[in-house]
Nanobody
Framework: QVQLVESGGGLVQAGGSLRLSCAAS????????MGWFRQAPGKEREFVATISWSGDNTYYADPVRGRFTISRDNAKNTVYLQMNSLKPEDMAVYYCAGSSSIVYGTRSPRSYDYWGQGTQVTVSS
């Protein structure tokens, strides 16, 4: 069992930066792919980024590639999402997720077994 707790959301002006953190409980954290998803009001949950268990492989959604960076510290059981050059369209609730096996691909929420409660990111124009 893995529990995930996000933090770091808040209000930022367009062009600004935020760093989200996701702290995981459980000694098996290092075995999981970790991902970030987001959901805006009235929209479906969408993939943002994923990182492999070792950190060697990362995957990004096209709208955030080049602006967001996912990383992890297995010693601290924490995954991060550094978000730069934020845009109003990035505004959403951001969720951390963990997957023990990417059965449906890295971009599908169905691949992820565990989810955090979400943290709100608000970008003012």
């Amino acid at each position: 069992q893995v529990q995930l707790v996000e933090s770091g959301g808040g209000l930022v002006q367009a062009g600004g930066s935020l760093r989200l953190s996701c702290a995981a409980s459980g000694r098996t954290f290092r075995r999981y792919f970790m991902g970030w998803f987001r959901q805006a009001p009235g929209k479906e949950r969408e993939f943002v980024a994923t990182i492999s268990w070792s950190g060697d492989n990362t995957y990004y959604a096209d709208p955030v590639r080049g602006r967001f960076t996912i990383s992890r510290d297995n010693a601290k059981n924490t995954v991060y999402l550094q978000m730069n050059s934020l845009k109003p369209e990035d505004m959403a609730v951001y969720y951390c997720a963990g997957s023990s096996s990417i059965v449906y691909g890295t971009r599908s929420p169905r691949s992820y077994d565990y989810w955090g409660q979400g943290t709100q990111v608000t970008v003012s124009s």
